[in-house]
């Protein structure tokens, strides 16, 4: 089984592009980073792609169980985008990233959606956050709160 970490570390291991924090900005290097639920794990229950994001390890014990301020969206969609279109320009990373598709993608709208060919990043970024908006609101409405930095 390969995990979204097995594909994020393929993606800061090629240097492109450079993959930053979408919190801090911090430049992410093979060694600094964990991989974060954008929606917390213990609501979504699963570990799909879409909702993953590389974070400053520093950073991501203080976020805990609780959810981004919705304003880091954009720039986690625009991760999320640049890391698909790292893995289209990539065979390698492609390879991964399909090996990755297959143990960690349930819901279908991800492939029929979000990652397909014909998407540019604004139809990509509508896409994610028609989605996961839903699924944020549902668990701020259950009690999550928000982790302020």
Same mark, same amino acid.
């Given at each position: 089984m390969i995990s979204g970490?097995? *594909?994020?570390?393929?993606?800061?291991?090629?240097?492109?592009?450079?993959?930053?924090?979408?919190?801090?900005?911090k430049l992410l290097?093979?060694?600094? #980073?964990?991989?974060d639920?954008?929606?917390?794990w213990? !609501?979504?229950?699963?570990?799909?792609?879409?909702? *993953?994001?590389?974070m400053d390890s520093s950073l991501n014990s203080s976020k805990s169980n609780n959810l981004p301020q919705?304003?880091?969206?954009?720039? #986690?969609?625009k991760n999320q985008y640049m890391m698909y279109e790292s893995a289209k320009s990539s065979e390698k990373i492609m390879d991964k990233f399909?090996?990755?598709?297959?143990?960690?993608?349930?819901?279908?709208?991800?492939?029929e959606e979000l990652y397909i060919a014909e998407n540019d990043?604004?139809? !990509?970024?509508?896409?994610?956050?028609?989605k996961l908006h839903p699924v944020y609101d549902s668990a701020r409405i259950q009690g999550y709160d928000i982790w302020r930095m």
């Open positions: 970490i097995t *594909l994020s570390t393929a993606i800061i291991g090629s240097k492109r592009p450079n993959v930053y924090d979408i919190y801090s900005e290097g093979l060694n600094d #980073f964990d991989i639920h954008f929606v917390p213990s !609501f979504v229950a699963n570990d799909e792609l879409w909702n *993953l994001l590389p919705w304003k880091y969206f954009e720039l #986690f969609a399909k090996k990755c598709q297959r143990d960690n993608l349930v819901m279908p709208w991800s492939m990043r604004e139809a !990509f970024i509508k896409v994610l956050e028609e």
